[in-house]
């Protein structure tokens, strides 16, 4: 992945205007502006109403807001922007929430007019901030379907995440009509390619929250004096420093493997598949890592709700278990290294080529 700097360097200049707690409610001229911006709907086409930006600049922008605690649903969205696209469908204003809804507890019931939906969608993120919830579907037929369906709020049971990021539970039972569009059949292999998108999605997220805890740490060693001198100056405290450092580079390293490798791929086949397995196992081992050292470092001054570390440390440990865990990914690294053999461990971990591809 190649930072566009230009880029980084105004989503910072943006974010670092506005504050970061979720709790303070929706920030209206945060999105606004973002929007404004052309940074919402980056990846989709400018035919289709997008900014028409490559893989690079989703991944730039996402890592700018995983380092500054965005309190926006910026992945949320271009996940939902990127399944409504593919589909075909149009795309709503506003921000988005998106999720596969699976069919023990969602039935999709498509009729001539249109569709009827029912069932229950447990931690939906953000939903209580997006007009709509775009599903991906299986209907009573066996088809796998693209449904956008305008959020009642009065269906929404509220809860979070360890961050205080919004989790909702989002109740349905809803007619949805052919005739705006609301409904399309998703292409084959839609499903496979979303959980792809959003585990590489999160992975750059962790790699700038974890990036973020480590400038903090090494900040306040540098400014807090002990026994007459910086702590920074303890060679205990630059043993752990240096073991976050290096946590934080391999998972930043991992994370811009996989936007290359899904930016060639366009995120099919086995190649993107591992790579972008590696870096959500990667990030999310770093980011425990990354956050123990921190807190450490810091003491009890980074768990006060005044300290920004704990707007990164809390993410690292909610966002390292969502869209796959280090445990289930790492699972996908060994069924693939199984698969290859032992003639093929080498080629695949240096990029020589692979007869599973």
């Known amino acids: 992945m190649t930072i566009n700097r230009e880029l980084w360097e105004t989503v910072r200049a943006v974010l670092a205007d506005h504050p970061a707690d979720v709790d303070k409610g929706w920030p209206t001229e945060l999105w606004s502006t973002l929007a404004d911006l052309g940074l919402v709907r980056l990846s989709l086409p400018e035919r289709a109403g997008g900014s028409g930006g490559e893989l690079a600049d989703v991944a730039t922008v996402l890592l700018a807001a995983g380092e500054a605690a965005a309190p926006v649903p910026l992945a949320e969205t271009e996940l939902a922007v990127w399944l409504l696209h593919t589909a075909g469908q149009d795309v709503p204003t506003g921000p988005l929430a998106v999720a596969a809804a699976e069919p023990a507890s969602t039935i999709?019931?498509?009729?001539?007019?249109?569709?009827?939906?029912?069932?229950?969608?447990?931690?939906?993120?953000?939903?209580?901030?997006?007009?709509?919830?775009?599903?991906?579907?299986?209907?009573?037929?066996?088809?796998?379907?693209?449904?956008?369906?305008?959020i009642d709020p009065s269906r929404l049971r509220y809860g979070t995440n360890l961050a205080g990021e919004p989790r909702d539970?989002?109740?349905?039972?809803?007619?949805?009509?052919?005739?705006?569009?609301?409904?399309?059949?998703?292409?084959?292999?839609?499903?496979?390619?979303?959980?792809?998108?959003?585990?590489?999605?999160?992975?750059?997220?962790?790699?700038?929250?974890?990036?973020?805890?480590?400038?903090?740490?090494?900040?306040h060693a540098g400014e807090r004096t002990q026994f007459g001198r910086q702590i920074g100056g303890f060679q205990a405290i630059q043993q752990q420093l240096a073991l976050a450092a290096g946590e934080v580079a391999a998972g930043r390293a991992a994370a811009e493997a996989a936007v290359r490798v899904a930016a060639r791929t366009d995120f099919g086949g086995g190649d993107a598949e591992f790579a972008i397995a590696c870096a959500k196992a990667r990030t999310s081992e770093a980011a425990g890592v990354v956050a123990r050292v921190a807190h450490q470092v810091l003491g009890a001054i980074g768990f006060t709700l005044e300290h920004p570390l704990r707007l990164a440390t809390?993410?690292?440990?909610?966002?390292?278990?969502?869209?796959?865990?280090?445990?289930?990914?790492?699972?996908?690294?060994?069924?693939?290294?199984?698969?290859?053999?032992?003639?093929?461990?080498?080629?695949?971990?240096?990029?020589g080529g692979s007869a599973h591809r």
Do not use: C, F
């Open 169 to 219: 539970e989002l109740a349905l039972d809803t007619e949805v009509g052919r005739e705006v569009g609301a409904v399309a059949e998703a292409p084959p292999g839609t499903r496979e390619l979303l959980a792809r998108r959003a585990a590489m999605y999160r992975a750059v997220l962790l790699a700038g929250a974890a990036e973020r805890a480590l400038a903090l740490s090494v900040r």
């Open 108 to 150: 999709l019931r498509t009729t001539p007019a249109g569709a009827v939906v029912t069932g229950v969608l447990p931690r939906v993120g953000w939903a209580r901030h997006a007009t709509h919830v775009v599903l991906l579907m299986v209907d009573q037929d066996g088809v796998e379907r693209v449904v956008t369906v305008e």
């Open 314 to 351: 809390t993410r690292l440990w909610a966002w390292r278990e969502e869209d796959g865990s280090d445990a289930y990914w790492n699972a996908v690294i060994g069924r693939r290294v199984l698969a290859e053999g032992a003639d093929g461990l080498w080629p695949l971990l240096t990029g």
